[in-house]
C-alpha cells in the first residue's frame, strides 16, 4: 500500500508484550470481553478512546452513550477513516465486525439499532480501548464530580 507517513503498526511481538491477556486477546484474536466488566462500560469522562495497539484516535466521548448492552457503545467514530469494518460471519451469526483501520486491531462491532442521527451503535470492547481524558490537553482548572 506504501503509505510512508503513517508509523508502522506495532509486530504481534510487540503487542503480546505489552498488552494484557485479554486486550490481547479481544484484539488479535477477536474476542469479546464478558458484559458489564470492561473499564469503560460505564466510563463518562470527556475525552478520546485510542486504539490500545497502535494509538489511533477511534473514538469520542461525545459521540458515547448508554446503550445499556454492557459494552461501550458509540454512535459515531470519531473519524470515519479511523475505523473499518466488514461482514462477520462467525458464531452463526451476520454480523458488521469494527476493526482499527491501522493496525487490523478487533474493536466490536457496529449494529444498526442506535440512537439518532446516525441510527449506528458502534458496540466495542474496552480491551481494545485506551482513554485519554481531554484536560492531558489544557483546561486544567476544571474539576469534575465524579463518583468513585
Ligand atoms: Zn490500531
Known sequence: MGNDNSPAPPTDAELRERL???QYQVT???GTERAFTGAYAHHKEAGVYRCVCCGADLF???TKYDSGSGWPSFWLPLAGENVRTHVDRSHGMVRT???CARCDAHLGHVFDDGPR???QRYCINSASLAFEPDHAHGEPGIEQDRRA
Do not use: F
Open 117 to 119: 442521527p446516525s441510527g
Open 20 to 22: 494484557t491477556p485479554l
Open 97 to 99: 465486525e469494527v476493526n
Open 60 to 62: 469520542s466521548s461525545t
Open 28 to 30: 488479535r484474536e477477536k
